[in-house]
C-alpha cells in the first residue's frame, strides 16, 4: 500500500470480502466504516486504519488483510428473470448482485435466465473447479412442465438420449419419469447448453417451466425464489465426499478410457493392414480386369476383320450372281455348243 493509500473499494475487494462493484453499494449504505467514522465513496485508507464491513473488522495493511477469507458455501433459489453472469449484454438482473454477502462469491455453473432454481454459489476457486469438471458426472435433478401431456413414448426416448444438431452430439442416457400430466422429473449428468430445452424441441414441445432442484447432494427444499442459505456441515461434508468418489471414479475411467483407446488404435492398425491387403487384391484384379478387357478388345477387332471379309465376300457373290441373271444367253449358248467339242 503507497504513501498516498488505497481506493476502500479495491482493498475490501482484495481482501476477499466482496467486489468493487458490491463495496461500493456497501460503501453507499452506510455498512462500511473505517477508524470508527462511517465511510464515504472514492474514500482511500492507509496502513493501520481499521475497517469494519457487515460487522467483520479488517485492519489495513495487516496479516489479517491478506489471509485467506473464511470459506463461504450457499444454496441459492434463483427466480427467473437472473442472470447467471457479470457480462450480460441486457444488463439483467445479476445473481452476484442478487445476493447480499459481504464476501466475493462466485455461481458454481449456470441456469438459463427463463429457468428457476437451485445454483451454488462460494468464494472457493478449487470447489468451483471440481464441480464444474464434467467428466465428474455430477447429477442435477429438475422439474419440467412442457406445452403437451407427457406419453411414455416421451420419456423412453429423454432416457436413452435424443441427438441435438444444433451441438451435434447425442445426449447421455438419463432418469426420467412423469410426475404429471405436462410434467416430467429428469436427472442429468452432463451440462449441455439449454440441454433440456433443446431435448424436448427435438422431440416436438416446448418448455414452460423448468426448475432444478438438486445439485449432488444439495437439495432445494423450501427456499423461496430470491432467498438463499449456507450449506450446512453435514451437507458440506458429505458433498466433499462424493467429489473425491466421482474423482477417484473419473481417474479410474480415464484410465480405462485409455486402455481402450490403446485397444482400439491396435485394432484400427489391423484393420488399415487388412484394407491395405485388400487395395492389393483389388488392384491385381483390376490389372486383370484390364488384361481381359485388351484380350476382349483384340478378338473384337478380329471378329470386325472377319465380318469385314464376309461382307465383301457376299459382295462378291451377290454381284457374280447378277452378273449370270443379267446373260442367261450365253450360258445356254455354252450348253448348246459342248457337245460339239466332243466331234
Known amino acids: 500500500m503507497g504513501d498516498d493509500g488505497i481506493r476502500l473499494n479495491k482493498f475490501l475487494s482484495g481482501a476477499g470480502i466482496c467486489s468493487r462493484r458490491e463495496a461500493d453499494r ?4 452506510g455498512k462500511v466504516t473505517v477508524g470508527g467514522r462511517t465511510a464515504v465513496p472514492g474514500q ?68 438459463d435466465k ?30 419440467v412442465f ?49 440441454q433440456i430445452r433443446r431435448m424436448c424441441e427435438q422431440l416436438g414441445c416446448k418448455v414452460r417451466k423448468l426448475k432444478r432442484v438438486r445439485i449432488i447432494n444439495i437439495e432445494l427444499g423450501d427456499l423461496k425464489a430470491g432467498e438463499s442459505r449456507p450449506v450446512s456441515k453435514k451437507e458440506y461434508a ?17 484410465t480405462v478410457n485409455e486402455k481402450d483407446r490403446g485397444k482400439n488404435e491396435k485394432g484400427r492398425n489391423e484393420d488399415s493392414k487388412y484394407r491395405a491387403k485388400n ?18 478388345n483384340e478378338d473384337q477387332k478380329y471378329r470386325m476383320k472377319n465380318e469385314k471379309v464376309w461382307n465383301e465376300d457376299t459382295k462378291y457373290r451377290t454381284k457374280n450372281e447378277k452378273s449370270r441373271n443379267e446373260n442367261p444367253e450365253v450360258r445356254t449358248d455354252k450348253r448348246k455348243k459342248a457337245p460339239g467339242k466332243r466331234k
Open 279 to 296: 487395395e492389393k487384391s483389388r488392384n491385381e484384379d483390376l490389372k486383370g480386369r484390364t488384361k481381359n478387357e485388351k484380350g476382349r
Open 44 to 111: 482511500k485508507i492507509k496502513n493501520g486504519e481499521t475497517v469494519v464491513c457487515n460487522g467483520r473488522t479488517i485492519a489495513a495493511g495487516t496479516k489479517g488483510a491478506e489471509e485467506k477469507p473464511d470459506r463461504v458455501l450457499l444454496a441459492v433459489h434463483k427466480p427467473c428473470g437472473i442472470v447467471c453472469t457479470t457480462s450480460d449484454k441486457d444488463r439483467a438482473p445479476n445473481i452476484v448482485d442478487m445476493v447480499d454477502s459481504p464476501v466475493r462469491i462466485y455461481p458454481v455453473g449456470r441456469l
Open 238 to 254: 458429505e458433498l466433499m465426499r462424493r467429489l473425491e468418489d466421482t474423482s477417484s471414479l473419473s481417474l479410474k475411467d480415464r
Open 146 to 194: 412442457i406445452d403437451r401431456p407427457v406419453k411414455p413414448e416421451f420419456i423412453q426416448k429423454m432416457r436413452k438420449g435424443v441427438f441435438l444438431p444444433e451441438l451435434d452430439v447425442t445426449t447421455k442416457p438419463c432418469f426420467a419419469e412423469m410426475t404429471g400430466e405436462k410434467s416430467f422429473r429428469i436427472i442429468l449428468t452432463q451440462g449441455l447448453n439449454r
Open 26 to 29: 456497501l460503501i453507499e449504505e
Open 114 to 143: 427463463e429457468s428457476e432454481g437451485l445454483i451454488l454459489m462460494t468464494n472457493q476457486g478449487d470447489l468451483v473447479n471440481r464441480l464444474m469438471r464434467g467428466s465428474n458426472g455430477h447429477e442435477k435433478e429438475y422439474l
